[in-house]
Structures are given as C-alpha cells and as structure tokens.
C-alpha cells in the first residue's frame, strides 16, 4: 500500500523526517487553538487491524471477545486525553485499483497455503512470522466499533482520498494509519498506528514538509513523485525505465536513490515560473502519461490544483448500474446506510452490481468446499431481494471472490435466484419502508427463506436473535457442505451454547492442546458466512438488531476448537456442555432443530469421529489417513472415509451400515464437487 519504497526512505534515509509526538500535547494545543471544536483524529480503520488484533490465538476463527475488550482499552486510551476519533474503513474498490487489489490476495494466497502445510506438520499455530488475520476482521470491526459508540464510515469511493478529504475539511489534528499515501495528500499531519505507544499516547509523525525540503521540492509536486516511484495506481514495473534513465543521468549509482533521481528529474523539468507545466512536454509514452494523470489527479482535494497538469479532471459520481430498475428512495437509503456503516454489502450490489471478498483461512485439501463455493447460493437469495427481475434482461452481481486456484482474471457472473415463499419474493419497498405489524413477520420469513429454512419459522419463534443466527447457519453449512459429521454439527452448537455465559476473563486463557487444520477451516466457514448472515439481515429490512448477529455474541475460535477436539473423540454430551444441565438442554434443543432442517432438505447427518486424540490421529496414523481422501473420477470427487463405520448404498441414500470401527474396511460415498 501507498508510495514504493517511500516508508523506509524516510526512516532509514532520514529519520529526522520522522518526528516523535505526544498526543496529549497535540490534543492540549488543539483545544487551546481551537476551543469550540474538539481535537479530533480520522482513523484508517483498515490499517489497523493488526495494530488492534493482538489476540494470542488467530489461526481458529478470531478471539471476538478478547477483540472486543481491546477495541475498548485503545478507545479508552483516546478517551482520557480528550481526543476524538472518527474511523473510515474502505466501502469499495475502484477498478482502477483491482489489478494491485488482485495481486496482493494472490500473494496472501500463497501464505495461507504455508500456514495450513505447517498446522498438519507440526500441530500447532504457526509463530508470528506467518500471522494472517482471522477471516471477516474488517467487516466486523466496523460493527464493532459501531457498537462501542465510535463514529464509523464506510467510503463511497477511494478510502485514502475521503480520509484525506475529512481531515483536511473539519481541521483535524491528523490522521492514524500506515499508508505513506497520506504523506502525498496535501492535507494533516500523517501519524503512524504501527508506531503508536497505547501506554504513554505517543507515536511517529510522518514530516511532509521536511521531505519537501530534503529533496527540494513542493508540496504539489508530490502526487508527481509517487507515480514516479509507484503505488496501487500507477504500477511500480510502468515508470521502471524513466527510473533507470534517471539514476544514470544524475549520477546516482545505488536503487536507494532513486528518490533522489525522481526529484532531481522533477527539478529540471518543472519550470521555474509558476506557470502550469504540462507532463504531456516529458519523455514517456501515451499511455504512461495517461496513467500518470490519472495518478496525480487522484491526489488533489477538492480546489486542489497540480503544476503539472494543464487541466484537472471533474470528478464524476460513480455510475449506479441498477438504477434504471430500483426507485431513487431504495438507492439514496442504501447509500446512507452505507456510509453510516449500518449495512454490509447491499450498496455495492446497488450501485456498481460488484462485490468481492478476500482471503480466507481455508486449505482445499481438506475436502471442505471454499466458502465462496458454498455460501454462492445463499447470496443468490440476496440479490433475488435486492434486485428485480427483468424481463428484457438477465440481471447479475460480478463477483470477485478469493479462494485457493481462482486466478481472478475476471469476476464471476453469478445470477439472483428467486426464494422458495408462497406470494414470491417480497418486494423491497415493503422490507424496507413497511410500518405495519405485519411487515415484521414478512421480514423473518424472507430472512429464513435465504437460507430455505422457511418452513421453520414457527419452530424459531420462541429463540433470540444468536440462536436463530447460529440454527441458520450451522444447518446451511450442514445442507450445502454435504459431508459434515454429527460430531462438527456438535462442536458448533455445544460452543454457541457455552459462549452465551462465558465472559472474556473465561476466554483469555484458554488453550488447546493441539491445532487440527479442519477445525480451522471449519471456524473460518463459519464467520465468513455470519457475514452473509448479516448481508441478508440488511437486505431483508433489519428483522434482527445487528449488534445480535456479531461473532463476539456467538463465536470464540478458541472455545470452539477445544469442542471439536472433544466432540472427535467421542466425549460424553455433558461434558462436551461441561456438565451444566441448563447448556445441555438448549444444546439438544438447537441440535434437534438443525437435524430436523437437514432431514427435510435430504441431508443424512452421519457420526463419523475423526479418531483424534488431543488434536492427533490415533494409533499411529498419519493426520493426511485421518482426513477424508478424495478420488476423482470424470467430473465427481469420491471421498473414502478411513477408519470411520461402513457404509453401503441403496438407490441414492446412504446410511451406516455398522456402528462398530473396523480398521481395514473403508467406505465410500458421492461427494459434491465444486469449480476450480
């Protein structure tokens, strides 16, 4: 992210460029400057999120509840000197930004795969040095923050630019992030989170001004600089040769100066009168000099102006490709919601038709299919909701979506596919703007029917809002995945059960003994699809309260890990609920529901206990035998289930053919295959 190469010219090149500050001082000053606005500082929530996840255990799911409580200390902290803070977090990725977007989750791709190869080699979390963020931590932190009474954004365009532009506009003290972008915006101080001192309320400010004067040059010069050295727009590989010519021209031997050379090629053609100079006078091609302007221009603020452009380009309001079809009311409420970060993923289905998301802790070896594979048609169910049918055309959401052997050359066109109701899709101006009592029951049922659990809605009545969160999920994970075990459907429910009266002291110091990969896959399945779950709660009209729908009401990694370790070693049902009658009642209650959901879908839910014995396989297995292996066969997947009961087939159905094990008998069974 931001400027190549620019962070650590700054700090190793010229660390008096990096000035120390005292946040509390600032804060004092800016209060003694300006007493009636309060000192406040605009937030890159994005960049912070490894700054804010500081969790032990990451690899599980997410510690949601030990999240929680440090959002809380860091906003304390913030609260006790007297700043305020408002945080952006980024609603949308312009497309001129998709080809870097793409390659760093192809990048992260590759890192995930080296977490899962060392979990099955050594049983245990990897160091730091591999840490990766559990699965949906941006889209919860926004809700997170939300919830703690913090003003939270979501842009409507490039993040970067809209933090920019609110700073500069209510005169902030400065912005907390870590994206040297921010040095190039003429606009506040840039101050860094990774450098941020929670306990004394210090950190490093990034000096604009002493880098202007160390290369001598203006601040409007700098969006120029950073297309020469290279960020998300400009790629890095496209000014490579003027790079080169410069550093020889100007007698700089070494790639560390190249900044040098940029702003020594700078000086020599910006005139010296202040007349604008055009870049289209400078010695590159057609096309990098578009891309330079493009580039430049994406720096300039509103009444902003850059010496080298003989012209600044308008800015133009994203084009909504759905407008033709919804009303302007549909259109403006999804906005506002989107921006107050009261919504997930409705406005981008609206306004550009696109949604993506990003990496996730899955490993394709387990025979689990990824969560864009298996959660696609819930997701169908919500743009059926949010976008009508159309005679003339077919309408659809590109998809950009990252799981393992996706390239990303192109989004996937995926098409709304209408809910299974009675009277059809509700139409969204009833489930949005409908006052009537009646409008709250159409609401749950069109909820239900996202995920085809319509016909429980009776049964559902009397559970709150986590409970029908977790039935919902759980039995679709169970539906569409087609080989879990009654044992994962256990490990699920026993820990959304013991969550319920678990405090974050209870959850702090939990350990495992041992890390099992499709326990992790299985915790990131299912927080990835709570974020679905609240996509179809904002398009159905807010049948439930948000904050209900969070993972730290329903989710801890650590608990749940620990329950499917004991759920595969065939533990008592009361110890699995830890011998507490009340958990064991409702346990039974919510297991007896997501079976009954299965068996009306034609889904036999088998036992089969993965013979795991503190995270291990038993006897001297290797953990690959005690996963599920896989065959194919022309364009079906066999999965053989080692050392679990035999099965037999009739007709289409399955079911056990023995309860007793028997270690040299292996079964076999259909499996669902999904797109590579």
Excluded at 459 to 480: E, G, N, R, T
């Amino acid at each position: 992210m931001g400027v190549k190469g620019l962070q650590y010219f700054m700090e190793n090149c010229y660390p008096e460029t990096c000035v120390h500050v005292d946040l509390r001082q600032l804060a004092e000053a800016h209060a003694k400057a300006h007493p009636d606005i309060m000192p406040t500082i605009v937030v890159d929530g994005m960049a912070c999120l490894r700054y804010w996840y500081q969790c032990q255990a990451w690899v599980h799911g997410g510690q949601w509840q030990e999240y929680m409580h440090f959002l809380h200390k860091f906003l304390e902290a913030f609260t006790l000197i007297g700043l305020r803070l408002v945080f952006f977090f980024d609603g949308t990725i312009e497309e001129q930004k998709r080809a870097e977007w793409v390659k760093r989750r192809l990048r992260v791709n590759q890192d995930i795969s080296k977490i899962f190869s060392y979990i099955k080699n050594h049983h245990q979390q990897p160091g730091k040095e591999m840490f990766c963020l559990p699965s949906g931590l941006a889209t919860f932190s926004i809700f997170a923050l939300k919830s703690l009474g913090q003003e939270t954004c979501c842009s409507v365009r490039e993040g970067d630019y809209e933090i920019a532009e609110y700073a500069l506009r209510n005169n902030c003290i400065g912005i907390l992030g870590q994206d040297t972008d921010f040095i190039i915006y003429d606009t506040v101080p840039y101050m860094s989170i990774a450098q941020l001192r929670l306990e004394k309320m210090t950190t490093v400010q990034y000096s604009r001004e002493k880098l202007c004067h160390i290369l001598k040059l203006q601040r409007s010069d700098l969006p120029f600089l950073a297309c020469i050295l290279g960020n998300d727009i400009v790629p890095e590989h496209r000014m490579q040769n003027l790079r080169k010519n410069a550093l020889t021209l100007y007698g700089k031997k070494h790639q560390g100066d190249k900044i040098h050379a940029a702003a020594e090629f700078m000086k020599t053609h910006r005139p010296d009168s202040s007349e604008t100079c055009c870049i289209s006078s400078l010695p590159l091609s057609k096309d990098d000099l578009e891309v330079i302007e493009k580039g430049i221009q994406s720096y300039l603020l509103p009444g902003q102006t850059s010496p080298w452009l003989d012209r600044s380009l308008p800015f133009s309001e994203p084009v909504c490709v759905m407008e033709k079809y919804l009303n302007k009311d549909i259109l403006q409420v999804a906005k506002e919601k989107h921006i107050r970060a009261e919504s997930f993923m409705i406005y981008n289905v609206l306004q550009y038709g696109v949604v993506e998301c990003s990496n996730t802790l899955e490993d394709e070896e387990l025979g689990l299919p990824p969560q864009a594979i298996l959660y696609q048609p819930l997701r169908e169910h919500i743009y059926s909701i949010l976008l009508p049918s159309s005679p003339s055309e077919t309408l659809s959401v590109k998809e950009w979506f990252v799981f393992p052997r996706n390239p990303l050359k192109e989004p996937k066109q995926v098409v709304p596919k209408p809910l299974n109701l009675p009277g059809g899709t509700p139409d969204l101006t009833t489930l949005w703007f409908g006052n009537d009592s009646e409008v709250k029951g159409v609401r749950v049922s069109t909820f239900l029917a996202v995920f085809d659990l319509q016909d429980l809605t009776e049964d559902l009545k009397s559970f709150d809002a986590p409970c029908i969160a977790v039935i919902c999920l759980v039995s679709y994970i169970a539906i569409q995945a087609k080989h879990l075990s009654v044992e994962d459907i256990d490990a699920y429910l026993s820990q959304a059960v013991c969550i319920r009266y678990k405090s974050y002291t209870d959850l702090q110091h939990m350990k495992v003994p041992q890390v099992d990969p499709r326990a992790v896959h299985l915790g990131s399945l299912f927080v990835r699809g709570l974020s679905y779950l609240i996509a179809a709660n904002s398009a159905c009209g807010f049948p439930f309260a948000m904050n209900e729908l969070m993972p730290w009401k329903i989710f801890d990694g650590l608990l749940f890990h620990s329950k499917y370790l004991q759920a595969h070693t065939d533990c008592a049902k009361e110890e699995l609920l830890e011998g507490n009658p009340a958990w064991m009642s409702l346990f039974l209650t919510l297991r007896d529901l997501v079976l009954k959901a299965c068996k009306r879908h034609g889904s036999t839910i088998l036992n089969f206990p993965r013979r795991l014995q503190h995270g291990r396989p038993m006897d001297g297995e290797s953990h690959r035998e005690c996963e599920p292996q896989f065959f194919r066969t022309s364009d079906c997947y066999y999965r053989q289930q080692p050392r679990g009961p035999a099965f037999h087939t009739q007709g289409h159905g399955y079911r056990p053919k023995s309860r007793t094990r028997h270690p040299n008998r292996r079964g076999y069974y259909l499996a669902p295959r999904w797109p590579q």
